[in-house]
């Protein structure tokens, strides 16, 4: 292997570290309730870390609007007022004002376990990943397809670190089905949703960050692509 080889190896292994960073994010920020010990990530500056922001509009302006809501947040002041907005909106008592679930977008009658949340099922057998809460949600939460990205990052990530770029095409590809199939096909409608109807500048900014990334991450996977193939 000669020093040009070397050299896109490592860059294609540092750009699958930030794809793993930022779906990690996201995963955790509409898997489940926020936690404090999240929250305090993001009071920290964890987005000043995150990829890309200088690429897309989209995703800068998504960061800003988060950083900018947690230098007036205090934790004990303003936590369960940002709880109660994931609650509220995607859980429930009452009803809601927005679904976080892909068939709500793409079914024309807006109903839940449908065949659009059978075929993303299939998806995640396909590459052995079970989702949280399996049986109890539906497989076409939000959470659970940006954890499924997550996984098939890391898993990606491994067989870049191998050199088996026979394996590592068919994860991006795999990736790549996923992106247009079904992430890209209703977040954009979900995040309007949300921007309409959140009471706090950091679901706002996140469904931003969210829309932002998928985009250029779509671009990321079918550069490395062009490369390995």
């Known amino acids: 292997m000669n020093q040009q080889q070397l050299s896109e190896i490592t860059e294609i292994q540092n750009l699958f570290d930030l794809r ?33 922001k200088e690429e897309n509009s989209q995703l800068k302006d998504g960061i800003e609007l988060v950083n900018h809501y947690f230098k007036s947040f205090d934790m004990d002041k303003n936590f369960e007022e940002l709880h109660w907005d994931f609650t509220r909106m995607f859980i429930g008592p009452y009803e809601l004002p927005v679904h976080i679930w892909e068939s709500s977008y793409v079914n024309k009658d807006r109903l839940l376990f449908q065949e659009e949340t059978l075929l993303v099922r299939r998806l995640y057998l396909e590459n052995c990943f079970e989702p949280l809460h399996y049986g109890r949600e539906a497989d076409d939460h939000l959470g659970l397809e940006l954890d499924y990205m997550y996984h098939l ?19 991006l590809a795999d990736q790549d089905y996923f992106l247009q199939e079904h992430l890209l096909k209703w977040t954009p409608f979900f995040g309007k949703e ?3 109807h959140s009471e706090t500048d950091f679901y706002k900014g996140m469904v ?9 991450d779509k671009a990321c996977i079918k550069e490395v692509l062009s490369r390995t193939n």
């Open 20 to 52: 793993i960073f930022a779906y990690d994010i996201l995963r955790r920020s509409f898997l489940e309730e926020p936690t404090k010990e999240l929250i305090a990530q993001f009071e920290n500056g964890v987005l000043n870390f995150f990829p890309f």
């Open 208 to 216: 931003k960050i969210l829309n932002g990334f998928l985009t250029i």
């Open 194 to 196: 949300v921007i309409h």
């Open 153 to 171: 990052s890391n898993i990606a990530n491994d067989f870049a670190k191998e050199g088996n770029t026979i394996k590592l095409n068919k994860i």
